[in-house]
C-alpha cells in the first residue's frame, strides 16, 4: 500500500480498456454501414484486434496436439495410427517388453529427438511438429533399431 503510481504516467489497463472499447463501438457502427464509413478507422482497429486473436489460437492449436500411442515390445514397434497429417504429434511411447526400452524420431523439421529410457511397464512423452514427408521412429536402446524396432511414418 505504500507505493502509488505516478500521477503522470497513463495506466496501461486503462489504455488498453480504452482501445477494446473503441475497437468494439467501432465493429457495433460499422456493421450497419459495412463498407463506406470504415476505410479511415478500419485498418488500426483490425490489426489491433487480430493480436489477441492470432496469439489464443496458435494456443489451441498446440494444445490440440493429436495423441499417437507407441507400443514397444522385443523387438518391435507399434503405432496406434498409420496415415499422418501435418500437425503438431504427442507420441506416447509404452514399453510393454521385458527389457528396457525408449523412443527417438527424427524427420523434416525434427532433429533426432528421443526420449528417456524405460524400464519394462513405463512409458514417456515425445511431442513434435510433423511437415509433410518421412519420418523414422526406432529404439535407440542397444541394436534394437537393427533387430526390428524401426519404422517410418510418411506425412501427407
Ligand atoms: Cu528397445
Redesign the pocket.
Given at each position: 500500500m505504500s507505493r502509488l503510481l505516478p500521477p503522470g504516467r497513463p495506466r496501461p489497463g486503462l489504455v488498453a480498456v480504452a482501445l477494446v472499447a473503441a475497437v468494439m463501438t467501432a465493429g457495433c457502427s460499422s456493421s450497419k454501414s459495412s463498407s463506406a464509413a470504415s476505410p479511415p478507422a478500419a485498418p488500426s482497429t483490425a490489426t489491433g484486434a487480430s493480436g489477441p486473436a492470432s496469439a489464443s489460437g496458435t494456443a489451441g492449436a498446440a494444445g490440440a496436439a493429436t495423441t499417437v500411442t507407441v507400443t514397444?515390445t522385443?523387438?518391435a514397434l507399434h503405432l496406434s495410427q498409420s496415415s499422418f497429417a501435418p500437425g503438431s504429434y504427442t507420441f506416447v511411447a509404452k514399453d510393454d517388453?521385458h527389457?528396457?526400452?525408449?523412443l527417438a524420431i527424427s524427420g523434416p523439421g525434427v532433429p533426432t529427438t528421443q526420449t528417456s529410457t524405460l524400464d519394462p511397464g513405463g512409458s514417456a512423452n515425445l511431442t513434435v511438429t510433423l511437415q509433410k514427408g518421412s519420418y523414422e521412429l526406432w529404439?535407440p536402446?542397444?541394436s534394437?533399431k537393427s533387430l526390428g524396432?524401426d519404422t517410418h511414418i510418411q506425412v501427407s
Open positions: 514397444e522385443e523387438y517388453g527389457v528396457s526400452h525408449a529404439c536402446v542397444d534394437h524396432m
